[in-house]
């Protein structure tokens, strides 16, 4: 008859238990014998302290710890908080920085007449009679895939009108995670911002270029998630071309159509087409010949309303965003018509042990710059790094290099006269990620770097009434005056 050691091992793993969690209460930097026993945490990577609100099923966050969370840091030279930083301000004629309570809360203008967001709140008043509103939103791999976006631009096409994506690449890495379109294509070279080529031709506005083998083609669906980008009725796509050439394209379930593409050498190329009826749900295009060919995206419309164009690129720190040539540019925005620019940056720059970051102002320094040059008397809001976690011991806490790095987009914000929102404290200030990551369901991925869907639900939602609000306080303004 064999022996049951059931109890034995029961008893033996609640015995280990018990020493594990015993030392983990001992500090950590006690020395025996030569050797110094780090501090332990055994419930460090299942501890989960998140609150919940339920009305809202969202992460509630502990009140903010500005002194802690604001280190002081060789680069931020101007307390946000004395009369010295508004004497200087007032020198160089820099609007004075706003007080930390707005911080995440409001839109913070400066702009050198305080009236940054008045042209793009009039743009999006006349959609009632028939305005066409675009958003241009450069980034990185945060926003990617429209994780965060799409919830904000089908949010606001309910509200404020729209129907359709917007912006969409001719090829993309993160295809099959979109929610908001279906994406298939092939026979496709990519140039970018950030894939060094000796041989790079001048890239679009979304820092890319895309060149067709024989017989490249590309197909969009409207996806059911997202009720807004479902359906367009109007097709775009922009193009050079050193010689005319033909090519074919099919809406929805018609049969195949050919049609020809004027050469386009020096100037920007425009092919579009329109329903005359209801719209369509898919649209695809194939090229046979490819000879001087470069595309450089579409559009999928129905105005009028808003629409946000995505421009992410992963691992975009900003800096390349200077390779776009700005009369190029002007060319797209001739047709575009742009009436805000967002730039997001920082998550690539981020890190840990970050004890200057001079380097990374400087670089963002010319980017705001360029931009503004790109997009002349345009209305520019930086959004700020939001939160990235990391290990440190045994906690997963906020790099250290994040409140440095949204202090100094702030401060370049101010330098250039350009609209700021801090999204770290947007999003909830310290160890958000970490609440988010723990939180059921799982609103960040486990690098504590990146939104899942439904994180980028949350954030995206908070955005749109963001602007909803920051509408709601220009039109009370207007009333006002």
Same mark, same amino acid.
């Given at each position: 008859m064999e022996k049951n050691f059931t109890g034995q091992a029961f008893f033996l793993a609640l015995f280990v238990l018990l020493i594990l969690a015993g030392l983990s209460i001992l500090p950590g930097g006690i020395t025996l014998g030569g050797f110094e026993f780090r501090k332990m945490d055994i419930f460090a990577d299942v501890r989960d302290s998140v609150l919940v609100d339920t009305s809202s099923n969202l992460p509630v966050l502990p009140p903010p710890d500005t002194t802690e969370y604001f280190p002081k840091d060789s680069l931020l030279t101007i307390p946000l908080d004395s009369a010295a930083a508004a004497a200087?301000?007032? #020198?160089? +004629?820099? =609007?004075?920085?706003?007080? &930390?309570?707005?911080?995440?809360?409001?839109?913070?203008?400066? &702009?050198?007449n305080q009236q940054g967001l008045n042209s793009f709140f009039a743009a999006v008043d006349s959609i009632a009679r028939g305005r066409t509103v675009r958003v241009a939103w450069y980034g990185d791999s945060f926003v990617e895939g429209d994780i965060l976006i799409g919830d904000l631009r089908d949010s606001l096409q309910t509200a404020w009108g729209g129907a359709g994506v917007g912006f969409v690449p001719i090829t993309s890495e993160v295809a099959q995670f979109k929610r908001s379109l279906? +994406?298939?294509?092939?026979?496709?070279?990519?140039? &970018?911002?950030?894939?060094? #080529?000796?041989?790079? !031709?001048? *890239?679009? *506005?979304?820092?890319?270029?895309?060149? !067709?083998?024989?017989?490249a083609k590309v197909h969009y669906e409207g996806a059911r998630y997202f009720k807004h980008t479902q359906q367009w009725n109007q097709v775009r796509f922009f193009y050079t071309a050193e010689s005319p050439l033909n090519f074919v394209w099919q809406a929805g379930g018609e049969p195949p159509h050919e049609a020809n593409l004027p050469a386009k050498t020096d100037q920007l190329g425009l092919w579009k087409w329109? #329903?005359?009826?209801?719209? /369509?749900?898919?649209?695809?295009?194939?090229?046979?010949?490819?000879?001087? @060919? @470069?595309?450089?995206?579409? /559009?999928l419309e129905s105005g009028p309303g808003i629409y946000f164009d995505n421009f992410s690129v992963r691992g975009n720190s900003g800096g390349p965003l200077k390779l776009l040539d700005p009369i190029f540019i002007r060319q797209f925005d001739a047709v575009q018509?742009?009436?805000? =620019?967002? $730039?997001q940056v920082g998550l690539n720059a981020v890190t840990n042990s970050l004890n200057n970051i001079r380097w990374y102002?400087?670089?963002?320094?010319?980017?705001?710059? +360029? @931009?503004?040059?790109?997009? !002349?008397?345009? !209305? $520019? @809001?930086?959004?700020?790094?939001?939160?990235?976690?990391?290990?440190?011991?045994?906690? =997963?806490v906020t790099m250290r290099g994040v409140?440095? =790095?949204v202090q100094m987009q702030r401060n370049l914000a101010r330098k250039h006269g350009l609209l700021f929102y801090d999204l770290f404290w947007g999003m909830g200030g310290p160890n958000t990620m970490v609440r988010f990551a723990y939180h059921r369901p799982q609103l960040a991925n486990t690098d504590y770097t990146h939104l899942t +869907?439904?994180?980028?639900?949350v954030v995206g939602i908070m955005f749109s009434k963001l602007f909803l609000q920051e509408k709601a306080h220009w039109l009370s303004k207007k009333k006002v005056h």
């Open positions: 200087m301000a007032d #020198s160089m +004629h820099m =609007i004075a920085p706003k007080d &930390s309570i707005f911080f995440g809360n409001t839109i913070e203008d400066y &702009s050198f279906k +994406h298939n294509f092939k026979g496709w070279t990519a140039y &970018s911002i950030l894939k060094k #080529s000796e041989n790079r !031709p001048r *890239l679009g *506005l979304n820092g890319y270029a895309y060149r !067709p083998e024989p017989e329109n #329903s005359t009826e209801s719209g /369509t749900s898919a649209f695809a295009i194939r090229f046979p010949e490819n000879t001087g @060919l @470069l595309l450089y995206g579409a /559009t018509k742009y009436d805000l =620019i967002v $730039i102002e400087a670089e963002l320094d010319r980017t705001f710059k +360029h @931009l503004k040059s790109c997009f !002349p008397g345009k !209305p $520019i @809001l930086v959004v700020s790094v939001g939160d990235r976690g990391c290990k440190v011991g045994t906690e =997963i409140p440095a =790095i +869907h439904e994180g980028g639900k």
